[in-house]
């Protein structure tokens, strides 16, 4: 080895000590955590608006209150009120990519819960399905306002090292909204009087309330902040949020926020509207990954399941009761394998975790197609006990892999200046597919029963070869050099050297010399 390659490695090993110094500082304190599961709440907020149409199905006064028993035209009302949700859903998806980047994270996320109290109020109060359907259009508005803000609020409050961990408490947080509704559903069904339906629904505005009530107290996302030249507020924002006993001179969120101010000031001159990603091949990928991703996801039959499980498990020869049971242990076990999910998911390549997820669910839709097939309206109750058990085993498959990994993959691989742009196309296509599926089940499931479930089936399972041979992996990587990925070094403002050299002059010139590693240390690094 020639001296000049020596010199080189050895600096490159320096380079890796800096480096590892400064990731071992990258941790969560007590006070992140709490503003994380706070700013999730809008997230279980979200989920129960969203589910709380399972159980109101399956109420008799909901049916009887709407004349869904006698109506001729019941699947054509059931399946409306799904789908103005979801077209709602559509709208508020980029209304949020406008209003999160135009007045930030804070006001988008508070908008969104706001019309979950109005659009809560006013369905609880409905007298009959044309209202009741008018105001779950407003309902999808707002819980896609929120569900297109929260992942990016996230992501971006979060160290680059954990924050696959962190985002999946949006995730976790949404089944806690799903198993809520559950929970209420079947306990208000017990209630007497013909107006019991209304409870449930009524009680969508509890967690928009309190999240209201508190979201002043919330920091503001540090990128938002510096887009709008507020960097003292980015900059307490982040020591706050990033700092431990490890740390105490906040090396770790310095070199964060050096990053991400030159970030922002290299973003401010790139264009913002939808068009500009139309018109760069790079951004052209990572529309095509996004739709394509939200696209199979909802084209794995989850909503289905979840929505009309109703119709599913009564289709299944089981009793009211049973099937409100049924609902909640399937949600519960999604909260369940959640949680799990957040041990793991920094060990495992993002896209090698998305594929096995829509692998795994497409071929249990499958399984559960061929056993409906041969046991459907029977009475062979180990082959209903089969079908029960794939079902919840979907659900595993699908909390465990897919359901958080999607939204903060969307939001890593989108740079800064329309990551709120890239979150609202996802929703849209996340609210126009399930609109697609949603509309068209009840009619499906009644005429060709079975075979339906075999689109959920091939979409997954093709879909998952696409994303092992075309997708990247984002772990652990500061969402600022993400766009080299892509091939977007342009748009990289600071790369790991130079970024450990203008954070450490920073850090000097800050604090008079104070930081532990040394001026040459800094030299050695600058001659690679």
Known sequence: MDTTQGEHLKARETERSIDDQFNKNQHVNLYTVAVLFFVALSSAAYGYAGSIIATTLTQPSFTTHMKLETASNAEAITGAMNALYYTGGVFGSFFAGWSSRKFGRKFSTGFGNSLLVISGALMTAAVNPSMFIAFRFLSGFGSMVIIATVPVWIAELSPPRIRGLLGDIHAVMMMVGYTL??????????????????????????????????????????????????????????????SGSNDPDHEFARREFFQIKKQIRLDAQFETSYWSIIKKSSMRKRLAMTVFLEFALMSSGVLVILNYGSIIWKSLGFDTVQILNFQCGFQLTGFVFNVVAMAFVERVRRHWLIASGLFGCGTLVGILAALQRFYLGGTDNTGLGACVAIIFLFQATFSLTV????????????????????LAIAMATLSATNLMWLQATPSAMSKISWRWYLIFCCIPVSAAVVVILWFKDTRNKPLEEIAAIFGDEDMVAVYQRELNIGALRERNDDDSGKTRLTEAMVETVEEV
């Open 403 to 422: 359901d958080g990994a999607t939204y903060f993959y969307i939001a890593e691989i989108w740079p800064s200046h329309v990551r709120s742009q890239g």
């Open 181 to 242: 509704a559950c929970y209420v559903g079947l306990g208000f069904y017990f209630v007497e009087g013909r107006n019991q339906w209304r409870g449930p629904i009524a009680l969508q505005m509890a967690l928009p309330v309190i999240i209201l009530a508190g979201l002043y107290w919330m920091p503001e996302s540090p990128r938002f902040l510096l887009s709008k030249d507020r960097s003292e507020e980015a900059r307490q924002i982040l020591l706050r949020m990033h």
